[in-house]
């Protein structure tokens, strides 16, 4: 089976960096999503990491460790539209795009 | 852009109606997903349904079934609601290959009573 491990909250400021972190474990590993989700709307998809290292896209990077089961999700600049849910999740098979997802972290970020 | 659309964006029903959710997307997707979400158990996977007129169980099927009789649709049925079916339905679609992100609709949030 598949298991996803996410903290339930975190809070940040404005302007700070903040870095949300997903543990999992799985019998074969074939990549790691990162959505986010706002409060009552559709998770949109942020990233997709399938090699070691640290993938930046604008104020967001995701990073991979394949062989801790570690993954981490960084946030820079933090604005207060970022205040959502992250949610992290694994393929459940190979070449498929059958999702399992974890609970997701809320983010909040105040003034 | 995807677009899924979610034909609900909130449903009240009663206990023992059979229900329809329907989802339909618009970029020639293969692949379609039914998920629920609530609160602390996050999204769960439902159904799904690789090709037309194929679909597979999830990891919480019971008491739902599905229907894709064309590609661009994937209907969600639950022959009798019951209350413990009160939740925030999610349909997505993706293009199919591993890597390939799930594009979501905007939810249906199904009340039964």
């Known amino acids: 089976g598949q298991n996803i491990d996410q903290p339930t909250e975190m809070t940040a400021t404005e302007g700070a960096i903040v870095q949300i972190n997903c543990t999992y474990q799985t019998s074969g590993f074939n990549g790691l999503f990162w959505y986010q989700q706002h409060a009552g709307e559709a998770p949109t998809f942020l990233s997709y990491?399938?090699?070691?290292g640290l993938e930046e896209k604008g104020r967001f990077s995701s990073f991979l460790s394949r062989s801790k089961g570690y993954s981490y999700l960084l946030l820079k600049e933090l604005q207060m539209k970022d205040s959502a849910s992250y949610l992290c999740?694994?393929?459940?098979?190979?070449?498929?795009?059958?999702?399992?997802f974890g609970k997701g972290t809320m983010l909040l970020v105040s003034p | 852009d995807v677009k899924v659309t979610q034909s609900s964006r909130y449903l009240v029903k009663r206990t023992g109606e059979k229900v329809f959710l329907e989802c339909v997307q618009d970029m020639d997707h293969e692949n379609m997903f039914w998920y629920r979400q609530d609160p602390g158990l996050g999204l769960r996977l439902i159904y799904f349904s690789y090709d037309v007129k194929m679909k597979e169980k999830g990891d919480i099927p019971e008491g739902y079934s599905v229907s894709r009789e064309k590609k661009e649709r994937f209907s969600l049925i639950l022959e009798s609601a019951s209350t413990n079916q009160t939740s925030m339905y999610l349909c997505?679609?993706?293009?199919?290959?591993?890597?390939?992100?799930?594009?979501f609709g905007n939810g249906t949030r199904l009340t039964v009573t």
């Open positions: 999740a694994l393929p459940k098979k190979r070449g498929y795009s059958t999702l399992t």
């Open positions: 997505a679609s993706s293009s199919g290959t591993g890597g390939s992100p799930l594009h």
């Open positions: 990491n399938v090699l070691d």
